[in-house]
Protein backbone atom coordinates (compact mmCIF):
# COMPACT_ATOMS: atom_id res chain seq x y z
CA UNK A 1 0.00 0.00 0.00
CA UNK A 2 1.02 3.90 -0.40
CA UNK A 3 -0.29 6.64 2.03
CA UNK A 4 0.23 9.95 1.13
CA UNK A 5 0.76 13.39 3.09
CA UNK A 6 1.60 17.04 3.46
CA UNK A 7 -1.67 18.22 1.25
CA UNK A 8 -3.57 21.33 2.40
CA UNK A 9 -4.43 24.99 1.48
CA UNK A 10 -2.27 27.39 0.26
CA UNK A 11 -2.05 30.95 -1.76
CA UNK A 12 -1.10 31.01 -5.61
CA UNK A 13 2.32 31.07 -5.42
CA UNK A 14 3.58 29.13 -2.51
CA UNK A 15 5.00 25.91 -2.15
CA UNK A 16 3.36 21.94 -0.64
CA UNK A 17 5.55 19.01 -0.35
CA UNK A 18 3.75 15.87 -0.87
CA UNK A 19 4.81 12.62 0.55
CA UNK A 20 4.66 9.10 -0.21
CA UNK A 21 5.24 6.06 2.08
CA UNK A 22 5.07 2.57 0.19
CA UNK A 23 4.49 -0.42 2.35
CA UNK A 24 4.53 -4.51 0.84
CA UNK A 25 6.82 -3.29 -2.52
CA UNK A 26 9.66 -1.78 -3.05
CA UNK A 27 9.98 1.87 -4.65
CA UNK A 28 13.46 0.62 -6.40
CA UNK A 29 11.71 -1.56 -8.85
CA UNK A 30 8.32 0.36 -9.35
CA UNK A 31 7.47 3.19 -11.33
CA UNK A 32 6.15 5.68 -8.37
CA UNK A 33 4.28 9.23 -8.65
CA UNK A 34 1.62 11.02 -8.55
CA UNK A 35 -2.43 11.16 -10.30
CA UNK A 36 -4.49 14.20 -9.84
CA UNK A 37 -8.27 14.67 -10.00
CA UNK A 38 -10.16 17.81 -9.58
CA UNK A 39 -13.85 18.16 -9.47
CA UNK A 40 -15.62 17.42 -12.42
CA UNK A 41 -12.45 16.46 -14.11
CA UNK A 42 -10.69 13.28 -15.19
CA UNK A 43 -7.86 11.64 -13.12
CA UNK A 44 -4.76 12.65 -14.87
CA UNK A 45 -0.88 11.76 -14.58
CA UNK A 46 0.69 14.53 -12.68
CA UNK A 47 4.52 12.87 -12.81
CA UNK A 48 5.92 9.59 -12.03
CA UNK A 49 9.39 8.19 -11.37
CA UNK A 50 11.62 5.29 -12.41
CA UNK A 51 15.15 4.06 -11.65
CA UNK A 52 15.86 3.16 -15.36
CA UNK A 53 14.01 6.31 -17.27
CA UNK A 54 13.96 9.59 -14.82
CA UNK A 55 10.96 11.36 -14.08
CA UNK A 56 8.46 12.44 -15.90
CA UNK A 57 5.85 15.65 -15.90
CA UNK A 58 2.89 16.93 -16.65
CA UNK A 59 3.64 19.92 -18.92
CA UNK A 60 1.91 22.45 -16.39
CA UNK A 61 4.02 21.53 -14.40
CA UNK A 62 7.49 21.64 -15.95
CA UNK A 63 9.69 23.73 -14.10
CA UNK A 64 7.12 24.19 -10.56
CA UNK A 65 7.57 20.02 -9.71
CA UNK A 66 10.09 17.93 -8.76
CA UNK A 67 10.02 14.21 -7.87
CA UNK A 68 11.96 12.41 -6.07
CA UNK A 69 12.64 8.63 -4.59
CA UNK A 70 13.99 7.62 -1.64
CA UNK A 71 14.83 4.20 -2.18
CA UNK A 72 16.56 3.45 1.59
CA UNK A 73 13.39 4.96 3.22
CA UNK A 74 10.65 3.38 0.89
CA UNK A 75 9.10 6.87 -0.32
CA UNK A 76 8.44 9.37 -2.76
CA UNK A 77 8.33 13.18 -2.61
CA UNK A 78 6.41 15.64 -4.45
CA UNK A 79 7.54 19.59 -4.31
CA UNK A 80 5.30 21.75 -5.91
CA UNK A 81 6.23 25.29 -6.28
CA UNK A 82 4.73 28.08 -7.99
CA UNK A 83 1.30 26.78 -7.19
CA UNK A 84 -1.27 27.80 -9.24
CA UNK A 85 -5.19 27.85 -8.56
CA UNK A 86 -4.99 25.50 -11.81
CA UNK A 87 -3.55 23.05 -9.26
CA UNK A 88 -6.48 22.54 -6.89
CA UNK A 89 -7.17 18.55 -6.69
CA UNK A 90 -7.28 15.55 -5.22
CA UNK A 91 -3.32 14.04 -5.61
CA UNK A 92 -3.17 10.32 -5.55
CA UNK A 93 0.22 7.96 -5.08
CA UNK A 94 0.23 5.57 -7.17
CA UNK A 95 2.93 2.78 -7.97
CA UNK A 96 3.36 0.54 -11.13
CA UNK A 97 5.27 -2.65 -11.48
CA UNK A 98 8.37 -2.46 -13.26
CA UNK A 99 10.85 0.10 -14.59
CA UNK A 100 8.72 1.92 -18.26
CA UNK A 101 6.95 4.98 -17.56
CA UNK A 102 4.54 3.50 -19.95
CA UNK A 103 2.49 1.08 -17.48
CA UNK A 104 2.60 4.47 -15.17
CA UNK A 105 1.32 6.56 -17.98
CA UNK A 106 -1.32 4.05 -19.49
CA UNK A 107 -2.71 3.63 -15.97
CA UNK A 108 -1.75 0.00 -15.22
CA UNK A 109 -1.82 0.94 -11.17
CA UNK A 110 -1.29 -1.85 -8.99
CA UNK A 111 -1.32 0.06 -5.63
CA UNK A 112 -3.19 3.32 -5.25
CA UNK A 113 -3.29 5.56 -1.97
CA UNK A 114 -6.70 7.11 -0.68
CA UNK A 115 -5.65 10.58 -1.79
CA UNK A 116 -4.78 13.78 -0.42
CA UNK A 117 -6.55 17.07 -0.84
CA UNK A 118 -4.56 20.00 -2.28
CA UNK A 119 -6.18 23.80 -2.29
CA UNK A 120 -4.50 26.98 -4.13
CA UNK A 121 -6.37 30.32 -3.66
CA UNK A 122 -6.07 33.21 -5.17
Not at 85 to 110: M, P, R, W
Amino acid sequence: QVVESGGGLVQAGGSLTLSCAASGFYVADHVIGWFRQAPGKEREVVSCISSREGAYYLDSVKGRFTISSDNANNTATLQMNSLQVEDTAVYYCAAASGYHQFYFLTKNINVWGKGTSVSVSS
